[in-house]
Nanobody
């Protein structure tokens, strides 16, 4: 059974930092692209960033480029999202998703939730002004 477990969310002031983790089990980690998504109340789920565990390629949404960094530790089957210079508009539930790397290209395609087969339960990030 594939499981994705997010952790690291919390409450932080604007300008602060958080690091989210997505721990994967039940899959061959190197064969997957992992994406981070977020969903604010009343809004659709949007892609934030993705990384290919196969070759390490990454992609970012324009809204987080230069502030967020995604990384993959294949030995730990874990993907991280380092979030710096947080803004109130970053407030959302953050989810990680997994899809086999052959099925998505690490471009804007990997930021589309419809491609992902597996999802975690989410972790809340709240940024106060």
């Amino acid at each position: 059974e594939v499981q994705l477990v997010e952790s690291g969310g919390g409450l932080v002031q604007a300008g602060g930092s958080l690091r989210l983790s997505c721990a994967a089990s039940g899959l061959t980690f190197d064969d997957y692209t992992i994406g981070w998504f977020r969903q604010a109340p009343g809004k659709e789920r949007e892609g934030v960033s993705c990384v290919s565990s196969r070759d390490g390629r990454t992609y970012y949404a324009d809204s987080v480029k230069g502030r967020f960094t995604i990384s993959s530790d294949n030995a730990k089957n874990t993907v991280y999202l380092q979030m710096n210079s947080l803004k109130p508009e970053d407030t959302a539930v953050y989810y990680c998703g997994a899809v086999m790397y052959e099925l998505v290209v690490v471009t804007t395609t990997c930021l589309r939730p419809r491609w992902y087969d597996y999802w975690g339960q989410g972790t809340q990030v709240t940024v106060s002004s």
